[in-house]
């Protein structure tokens, strides 16, 4: 527990109505998008500024208090909770400093919502590319901490490769700036380091994104295919024959039928095997070959039909099915275990088969749903955390099919990030000094560990861990499931 | 000079014997940066080869001193690239190329060798061999040691295998346009200038804290 000197302080710089020690107030907080941990926050503190900002960090820099940065809270690895330490909410910093749209580039304040950014950029025929299923409340800030993807990143890129420069508030309280909004590079590359260190490495305070055209035209189809293979095989075609789809989208028929169930229901054929998704953009006629030869290779590899949306209606209707998806999975259980690993591409029908065989050996039910041009998996399985005994099964499933796709050649993590739920993954993915390498570069920009501890790489691995016992009874740092 | 073991021995020996060491490729960036001056060369020309490649899972692994020209070769025969032309001939190594972050006029729609890589083994100033990132092409898991690795100059680790994305050649010139980025010149490196020298110095205490990877060849800013 924070001392009440330092709570009164965090009020004194951002008010008492932005600082919540109750326990009723901190309910709200003690989850993020990922179901089954809760973790209560000792006190809640929600700058409205950026010097706020500073100061809270620095007041809590001076006492050597841990915390944990959140943005909307939406993040699916569990990298928002806080045990037991202070929760930095930034989600009142919400500025959009500058729209440079001759120079294609935006800065903004880390609790921008990616959907409004996009919003307010929308009449310049310019967009922030990365697109997050959760855009509509994810904020910029939580989307740099994730290095986030999202479905039209296989295109246009994650965003590490639209973060042209940021201001970065370091644990200890000093203020850098990393990057070159003008597109140029030196020294080491601690912005390419920073985006994605899951708010380890400090808070930033602005970011400075780049802008993307919005294509001439878009064309979007549904094929349907009567076997999984077939559509995999129809996924390696088209990415091996040099058409870069905005996006290429799986679905199977479990996460089919759910869709069509309910609300959400897109017209996808509910007895497919399996659908694909595909968006190509560029110059009208440009969109129009590609998607002639995106249609020809989907029914040279088996795909029963191909549906070009014929207007923006129906393209609008295609897409959410797939960006609901995980919503209509509420209709088969309470909660929603949304996983998230890649696999080297040619893979793709063995892996869906083994995760299929497991989910069936643990008696729990996957539906896909996934970015299938980057081999980008998303295995869901939907379950009641009341029942103990089917959590247990679940967890069990999640950590073999996460074994599965680390011996294909994959990764347990292609866009939601460790936080705690994969930390337990790590070093089935990285040896002792790798493991213990990524704990000395936390450690340059956070020597004391205090931003987010616990959290992205198990703390047994860190050198300074190892040199000293006393650290380890006082750590809480292995990230315990529920 | 062959093998991660062959390189960490040889990094060992430096830090025990107190030998400073250039790393170099063939040579092309000797003049590049400040004069550095070492007491011996580490050469990693002779650690040359393509490690893993699938055509349809459009990746590669090579060892660093793979020359552009032989990745080329072996990716043009199914007609694809790494989307990457630095200024130069095609007998650098990929190691110089990744480790000056180097690029040329495809950035503007590719961007550099920070936007192509995967992941890397990298031989660290301390001996110690790291596996950073990984063979797919969308990866989260852990903190970015390959970003750091890029464009470092070598100053905090030795790069000995790298994976890159590939790309298909046919019909790429549209495909790709709306990556289109502002660049300041259509050749150029990440400039070796110590920028924020306080996280600088923290990150060369821990990955080469004896100080023998290519000494002085991060310049102080003017």
Known sequence: ?482 | MRGDDVIAAAIRDAITNHVTLRIVGCGTWLDAGAPVTADAYLTLKEDSGIIAYVPDDLTVTARAGTTLRELAETLGANDQWIALDPEGDDDATLGATVATCSYGPAAALFGTPRDQVLGMTVVLGTGDVIHAGGRVVKNVAGFDLTRLMIGAWGTLGVITEITFRVRSRAMRKDSMAHMRRPFPASYGFREPIIVNPRLSAALKQRFDPAGILNPGIMREPQ
């Open chain 1, 1 to 482: 527990m924070l001392d009440a000197s330092v709570v009164d302080r965090l009020r004194s710089i951002v008010g008492d109505r932005y600082v919540l020690v109750r326990d009723a107030e901190l309910l709200a907080y003690q989850s993020d998008g990922l179901p089954g941990y809760h973790k209560r926050p000792s006190v809640a503190v929600f700058p409205g500024s950026r010097d706020e900002t500073i100061d809270v960090v620095r007041a809590l820099a001076a006492v050597g208090a841990p915390f944990v940065s959140r943005g909307a809270g939406t993040g699916l690895s569990g990298g928002a909770l806080a045990d037991d330490v202070v929760l930095l909410g930034l989600h009142r910093l919400k500025g959009i400093l500058d729209m440079d749209i001759a120079r294609m580039r935006a800065t903004v304040e880390p609790g921008v919502v990616n959907a409004t950014l996009n919003k307010r950029l929308g009449p310049h025929g310019v967009f922030y590319a990365p697109d997050p299923s959760s855009e509509a409340a994810c904020t910029i800030g939580g989307n740099v901490a994730e290095n986030s993807g999202g479905p039209h990143c296989l295109k246009y890129g994650v965003t590490l490769n639209h973060v042209l420069a940021a201001t970065v508030l370091l644990p200890d309280g000093e203020v850098l700036e990393l990057g070159d909004r003008d597109g140029g590079m030196a020294g080491y590359d601690l912005l390419g380091a920073f985006v994605g260190s899951e708010g380890c490495f400090g808070v930033a305070l602005d970011v400075t994104v780049r802008l993307t055209r919005r294509p001439e035209s878009v064309r979007t189809a549904l094929a349907d295919f009567t076997s999984v293979a077939d559509a995999a095989r129809a996924t390696s075609a088209i990415v091996a024959s040099g058409v870069v789809p905005a996006a290429l989208e799986f679905m199977d028929n479990g996460t089919i039928r759910v869709v069509e169930e309910s609300i959400f229901a897109a017209g996808y054929p509910a007895d497919a095997a399996a659908i694909l998704l595909i968006e190509v953009d560029g110059s009208a006629e440009g969109a129009d070959a590609d998607m002639e030869l995106v249609r020809g290779l989907c029914v040279e590899c088996g795909a029963r039909t191909v549906r070009v949306a014929a207007n923006e209606a129906e393209r609008t209707r295609l897409w959410q099915g797939r960006k609901k998806a995980f919503g209509a999975m509420g209709r088969l259980a309470p909660n929603l275990a949304v996983q998230d690993a890649v696999i080297p591409r040619t893979q793709l029908t063995q892996v869906l088969a083994q995760l299929h065989a497991i989910a069936d050996s643990h008696g729990v039910t996957v539906c896909n749903v996934f970015h299938a041009g980057d081999g980008n998996l998303h295995p869901n399985i939907s379950y009641a955390d009341g029942d103990a005994d089917q959590a247990r099964r679940v967890h069990e499933a999640m950590g073999a099919m996460m074994k599965a796709c680390v011996d294909a050649g994959g990764s347990i993590t292609g866009e939601h990030g460790v936080g705690l739920d994969k930390l337990q993954y790590m070093p089935m993915l990285f040896d002792e000094p790798t493991l213990a390498a990524m704990c000395d570069l936390r450690s340059a920009f956070d020597p004391e560990r205090r931003a987010n501890p616990g959290k992205v790489v198990p703390i047994h691995s860190c050198r300074e861990w190892l040199a000293a016992p006393s650290l380890r009874s006082a750590s809480s740092g292995d990230g315990d499931a529920r």
